[in-house]
């Protein structure tokens, strides 16, 4: 057993400004494409900002106590990581209910960072990214149980999820595209990225086209969401209107575009910056000269967590999955990859 890291509240400074970098070596010559590294976040993904947004939200109206109260969220993936290095930070407990199937490498993630786990009998949360609805029944139900003692963000309706991509990531990418920015594309989980970013663009240019991607049925790309085997959450619906397109593709477009970043661009990507990767591509392809400009893709995290997944589906070979972990380009090291190494 991993002893539980001890996180530093400096490390809050680290959330944002993540790198903006061009992808040189793919697309059509009219649209340049750029990628925003969000692995270049402390606890490797998007989430850091909207779970720190809403914890310092919920600090604000008075709803935590530290020392004593205890936050609750179900999530299998990267908000639960995000939050547990937050909680741990900020000396809050934090459970998270995640289903027994989850991997062991996100398992071991949570642990070390100091979350207790809630295992849920799977058909509470049957598909990664689908399914959720049952497992915050169950999480309701257990703050119902002990008022006063928990706390559930819910990022899936919590205002703060928004706030932190329109914040932050929005006014990133207007800067560091000096406003040339002409399209955006993005994973679809609990909406907070794509509604944060997209209003914040159009109100600065209200001609950005906004490329949201949505993963097909019952697929293994953690963190995105298929809005017609699940419930639209309700932080997207109250903006969906930003959306311009909605895109689907499957695990074995992702995939493809997971192993196209590694030979083409030295990049180590996980599934949702694939799926995103793939959706850029295409777009890329559909865009006549004269209509071109400057798209920003949103690669959400890194593939270092997700070895069981490659391994499965055929992506890499160890060696390769070693080789990238340690020699891709812009690398860097999330706080728990000791955890995932060690597994
Ligand atoms: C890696 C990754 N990409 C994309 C998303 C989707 O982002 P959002 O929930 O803001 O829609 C998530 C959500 O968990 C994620 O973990």
Known sequence: ????????????????????????????????????????????SLKDRPAYWMIQAAERQGLLRRGESIV???????????????????????????PKRVSQETKAILRALGAKLLEADDDLCPRVGAGTDQAIALANAIVKGRPGKYFMPNQYEN????????????????????????????????????????????????????VGVQPQKNHHLQGLRNLDESLMPDLLKRRVS??????TVSDAEAFSAISLAARKENLFLGPSSGATFSAALSLADRVRDGEGGVAVVIFGDSGHKYWSIFDEFGVFTKDEFERLRDGARFVSKPLFLDAVSNN
């Open 159 to 210: 205002e703060a999820n928004f706030r932190a991509h329109y914040e932050t990531t929005g006014p990133e990418i207007w800067r560091e595209t000096n406003g040339k920015i002409t399209h955006f594309i993005t994973g679809m989980g609990t909406g907070g990225t794509i509604t944060g970013v997209s209003t914040y663009l159009k109100e600065q240019n209200p001609s950005v086209k906004v």
């Open 242 to 247: 930003v959306v311009d397109e909605k895109v």
């Open 72 to 98: 609750i969220e179900p999530t299998s993936g990267n908000t639960g990581v995000a939050l547990a290095g937050i909680c741990s930070a900020l000396g809050y407990q934090l459970e998270v209910i995640v």
């Open 1 to 44: 057993m991993l002893a539980v890291k001890t996180i530093s509240q400096s490390i809050f400074r680290n959330i944002g400004q993540t790198p903006l970098i061009p992808l040189a070596n793919v697309g059509s010559g009219a649209l340049k494409l750029y990628a925003k590294l969000e692995w270049y976040n402390p606890f490797g």
